[in-house]
Nanobody
Framework: ELQLVESGGGLVQAGGSLRLSCAASGFTFDDYTIGWFRQAPGKERKGVSSIVSRIGSTYYTDSVKGRFTISSDNAKTTVYLQMNSLKPEDTAVYYC??????????????????WGQGTQVTVSS
């Protein structure tokens, strides 16, 4: 069964850290770009960061550069998003998604094949 399962969300104070995990199963992990997206209340879902599984190339949206780090453990078919220096504006439901092939840049154009169920991140001020 094909699955993307996110975990690691929670409530944290501004300036704190969280690490999200996206565990993938049921498809050939190395053939995909895994992306993290987020959706804040009343707003559209937007791309945050992505990694090309086979070669490890990464992308970050400007608002998280220098604070978030994406990584991949291909043996475990799991992608992580380390989030440091969190801000209240990072509050959102975070989703991981898988797009077959190598994607770079503007995540609005990723052709995602699979989505996880999401995990809530809440940053208090």
């Amino acid at each position: 069964e094909l699955q993307l399962v996110e975990s690691g969300g929670g409530l944290v104070q501004a300036g704190g850290s969280l690490r999200l995990s996206c565990a993938a199963s049921g498809f050939t992990f190395d053939d995909y770009t895994i992306g993290w997206f987020r959706q804040a209340p009343g707003k559209e879902r937007k791309g945050v960061s992505s990694i090309v599984s086979r070669i490890g190339s990464t992308y970050y949206t400007d608002s998280v550069k220098g604070r978030f780090t994406i990584s991949s453990d291909n043996a475990k078919t799991t992608v992580y998003l380390q989030m440091n220096s969190l801000k209240p504006e990072d509050t959102a439901v975070y989703y991981c998604a898988a797009a077959q092939g190598s994607y770079y840049g503007d995540m609005d154009f990723y052709d995602n094949d699979y989505w996880g169920q999401g995990t809530q991140v809440t940053v208090s001020s």
